[in-house]
């Protein structure tokens, strides 16, 4: 029997916009004006779309002016929104002699074969295990290993020393913060907390807002705990001295 006109709907044509009536139990039909199918059970019942996966972001700032700055994790660079100055983000792997300045919100490795010399580097995150001449900023963290080699100075927001590893440094070292799991020779000195774990062994006097000290840890020099470590003057100073900024 043919379709009464109660079973009947008037659809649109996706291809060419002419409206005509269909049977709303047909599949598909075709087009009266361009002749094209088009099926009528998905015009009637389209699936739903899914919104697009929100990327990933993470926050920087501009080397150059400060501002904050929202950017993919995947990013290699980005352009800043409001100096329009380029700004780094790559990380950097460092395996064989290389001089150059880095200045990067990625993240600076530095390979026990590596060898950075005549360099200012400003970095996201550092490891060090190779031998680094020059001046070093690591804004996040700086990671020291045993066959790290030092010469010159540097900053770091963290300091790290992992276990079963061991740093000498003849200067007072300030950080933000640090944790210590492996061996450290040098008075220590921290705006904010200082972590000792149970594996680690500390020569020097440490001086931190707040101390962590894990049971069976070593630690040899004297404490002051409480205060936030008054920075060291930066009018005077020697060369091969180390600091960090909170």
């Known amino acids: 029997m043919p379709a009464s006109k109660q079973d009947k709907v008037l659809m649109t044509c996706p291809h060419c916009g002419n409206a005509q009536a269909e049977s709303r139990l047909a599949f598909s ?16 019942h389209p699936t ?25 994790l995947s990013a290699q660079s980005t352009m800043c929104k409001k100096c329009s100055r380029y700004v ?9 002699a290389v001089s150059k300045n880095f200045k990067t919100r990625g993240s600076f490795t530095l390979e026990a074969a590596g060898y950075v010399f005549n360099t200012e580097a400003q970095v996201g995150d550092a490891i060090l295990k ?3 001449l020059g001046k070093l900023i690591a804004e996040k963290s700086l990671t020291i290993y045993s066959t790290a080699e030092i010469k010159g100075s540097f900053k770091a927001a963290h300091l790290i020393i992992p276990a079963t590893n061991r740093f000498n440094w003849p200067e007072t070292i300030q950080v933000g913060s640090a944790e210590i799991a492996g ?11 200082i972590v000792i774990k149970s594996t680690a062994r500390l020569f020097g006097d440490l001086e931190a807002k707040d101390l962590v000290v894990e049971a069976g840890a070593v630690v040899v020099g004297k404490i002051k705990v409480g205060v936030p470590a008054t ?9 091969g001295e180390a600091e960090a900024s909170p």
């Open 29 to 44: 039909t075709v087009c009266k004006k361009c002749g094209r199918n088009f099926r009528i059970q998905e015009a009637l």
């Open 48 to 72: 739903r779309k899914e919104a697009p996966a929100a990327l990933e972001q993470k926050r920087i700032t501009c080397f150059e002016c400060g501002a904050e700055l929202d950017v993919a």
């Open 88 to 96: 780094d983000l790559k990380d950097y792997h460092i395996t064989n």
């Open 130 to 132: 190779g031998k680094f």
């Open 183 to 193: 061996e450290l020779a040098a008075n220590l000195h921290a705006q904010g907390t």
């Open 231 to 239: 920075p060291a003057p930066t009018a005077k100073k020697q060369k």
